[in-house]
């Protein structure tokens, strides 16, 4: 028996008890005479002592010997330290060792295994199972296997039925490029890593599963960024018979269940925002409503007034930032640099400082009268003491510019407050977006996303104005899931494949199993997928979601600690038909 107890639990109540504990040196203090050991496991530490006058001195000399992460196991009794340490659950314990065995011994590691390591990113990713015995890793390791039961519990609870779907399959269509897997017994051929389980769980449906979910690997080859990974993991849901209105119903139930359970916090009733209205609002298809500064759009108020800029603009919108007006010229002016970095990529901003006296002060003021900009605050909803800021160009560049100042300037002000949750549904996406570069129409969400009902015969006239019954949940800023009510007849699935550019015979070869299936009684279906890291990371409080996946790859795709990817030798390729050819 390797141990009695682990090394977090025991306490006064085990005074005089013999234990066995086994685990890591996390450190020791040697004083000469007697020597103090910390025994962590992932339960906790527990504080070892020897010392001179009970201990042999064979074994004195063993524990003077340990060395960090060094892996031991221990005899001894309970007894009550003489100085107690109240931050410490075994913090008025120590065991007085018997037997010392050491398991395995442990070169120095190469950072330090504490709260706060000496250990930089790449050093760690290196070695993350060392990373992974720390304290801050460990615990969102364990915070993300909540997350996942209690998603586990809600929906079995409430009749889904957990399926697995192949990994080893063809395109599926989620926008990305596919990872692709040669296959050795159909030569030159390949497989398709799933971008999603679309596809599949829309079979499903077919084959008369009902309610099914999936807690699954994605597989997207995206530039990353610091929050995507190339493999990622959905909670993958699908439900037949129903309409939008019984998906959101259950998906959000599940959210308020995780935020109960998970962070104690009740949330009432989730609000509903038109796609239209997020982005005229937010200048963001995921706005995070924890706070204000809605986007006042100033066309009708800004433009005819000789100010050439805003006059040729498509769209003129500024934003209320409180308490703005104590910026400095200096503070002002950086803050127009910050707009004007290539990241946002605005080509300056005109400001409006409203003065505590209800007077403005602007950087337009040749242009406009103080009754101009009072209408401007107005319309941002700003206040004395605030500062409004205007940028000015074509619609959707000017909303997503003045959504990244949005976003900056509420972190600054600290209105993004990681414990506070403010949830939405945005509803009624587009069905199809334009690609401004090709000039041709994709899904907005995937192609088997069911156009709003009557909305089918706007596809040939006005393709851009169509809806769909599509929806996304956002938290606080972030996309966390999206879904749809999916087509489920072969000829309005065969009607968007033409709207998207798909010949038949395209269509044919790439989807036809599934129009196929659509033949043989598709019931109605819909659903839709929560990205679980992103999930899991907000609801711990922070933002990357690599530090909530236990072997993370870096933003160039690597796993730096198997170092994948990598070559494969002549005969593996021979034995694949393939042939590398590198042109750089
Ligand atoms: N397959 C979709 C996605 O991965 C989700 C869905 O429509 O259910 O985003």
Redesign the pocket.
């Known amino acids: 028996m390797y141990r009695s107890h682990n090394c977090g639990e025991l306490n006064a109540t085990h005074i005089n008890t013999e234990v066995t504990l086994s685990g890591w040196v996390q450190k020791s203090r040697d004083k000469g005479f007697i020597v103090w050991v910390d025994l962590r496991d992932r339960y906790g530490v527990t504080q070892l002592v020897f010392d001179e006058e009970r201990t042999s001195k064979e074994m004195m000399e063993r524990a003077q010997k340990l060395g960090r992460e060094f892996v031991i196991q221990v005899k001894g009794k309970v007894i009550e330290r003489a100085s107690k340490n109240p931050n410490m659950p075994t913090g008025e314990i120590e065991i007085l060792v018997s037997e010392l065995t050491i398991l395995n011994k442990a070169i120095v590691p190469p950072f330090t295994i504490e709260d706060e390591t000496d250990g930089g990113e790449d050093l760690r990713m290196k070695y993350r199972y060392l990373d992974i015995r720390r304290n801050p890793v460990k615990n969102n390791l364990i915070f993300r296997s909540k997350v996942s039961m209690e998603v586990r519990n809600f929906l079995s609870n409430n009749g889904f039925i957990e399926v697995e779907t192949p990994y080893l399959i063809k395109s ?1 269509p ?1 926008g990305a490029r596919d990872f692709v897997v040669p296959s050795r017994m159909n030569e030159g051929e390949f497989y398709a890593l799933p ?4 596809t599949f ?1 829309q079979l499903l449906m077919v084959g008369g599963m009902d309610k099914y979910f999936q807690i699954v690997k ?1 597989f997207r080859d995206e530039d990353l960024r610091a929050d995507r990974q190339p493999e990622f993991t ?1 909670i ?3 439900m037949a018979f129903v309409e939008q209105e019984d998906i959101l119903n259950i998906f959000e139930n599940l959210t308020r269940h995780l935020l109960k359970e998970i962070n104690g916090v009740e949330v009432d009733k989730f609000p509903r925002m038109l796609f239209d209205d997020a982005m005229r609002f937010y200048g963001n298809d995921k706005p995070d409503i924890r706070f204000g500064m809605e986007f006042g759009e100033l066309n009708d108020i800004a433009q005819h007034k000789d100010f050439g800029v805003f006059n040729n603009a498509e769209l003129v919108v500024g934003i209320a930032v409180p308490g703005g007006n104590a910026y400095t010229r200096k503070e002002i002016d950086k803050l127009i640099d910050w707009v004007k970095r290539p990241q946002v990529g605005a080509l300056g901003m005109v400001y409006s400082r409203c003065n505590d006296d209800g007077s403005f002060k602007s950087s337009v003021d040749k242009f406009y009268d103080q009754e101009d900009l009072a209408k401007w605050a107005e319309r941002t909803g700003a206040k004395p003491g605030d500062l409004v800021c205007v940028l000015s160009g074509p619609t959707n560049k000017v909303r997503a510019q003045l959504s990244a100042l949005r976003m900056e300037l509420a972190e600054r002000l600290g209105l993004r407050k990681p414990n506070e949750f403010a949830p939405l549904w945005v509803i009624d996406f587009p069905l199809l977006e334009l690609d401004e570069e090709t000039g041709h129409y994709h899904a907005m ?2 192609p ?2 069911s156009p709003k009902p009557g909305q089918l015969e706007l596809l040939d006239t006005d393709p851009g104005a169509v809806k769909a019954n ?1 929806y996304d949940l956002v938290l606080n800023g972030n996309e966390i ?4 009510i ?1 087509i489920h007849d072969k000829e309005t699935q065969a009607t968007m494949f033409k709207h998207l550019g798909f010949t038949p015979e395209e269509a044919k070869e790439q989807f036809g199993f599934l129009m196929d299936a659509f033949q043989y009684g598709a019931p109605p279906h819909g ?3 929560f990205g679980l890291d992103r999930l899991v990371s907000i609801l711990g409080g922070q933002e990357t979601i690599r530090d909530f996946i236990a072997f993370p790859k870096n933003n160039s795709g690597r796993d730096v600690m198997i170092d994948a990817p990598a070559p494969i030798d002549d005969e593996q390729l021979k034995e694949l038909s393939l042939q590398v050819n590198i042109n750089n």
């Not at 971008?195 to 679309?198: A, F, G, I, M």
């Open positions: 599926t989620e971008q999603s389980p679309q769980k994605c959905q993958d849901c699908e969400h995937h088997f996303t599509a899931g999206g879904g749809s999916r659903g839709l997928a």
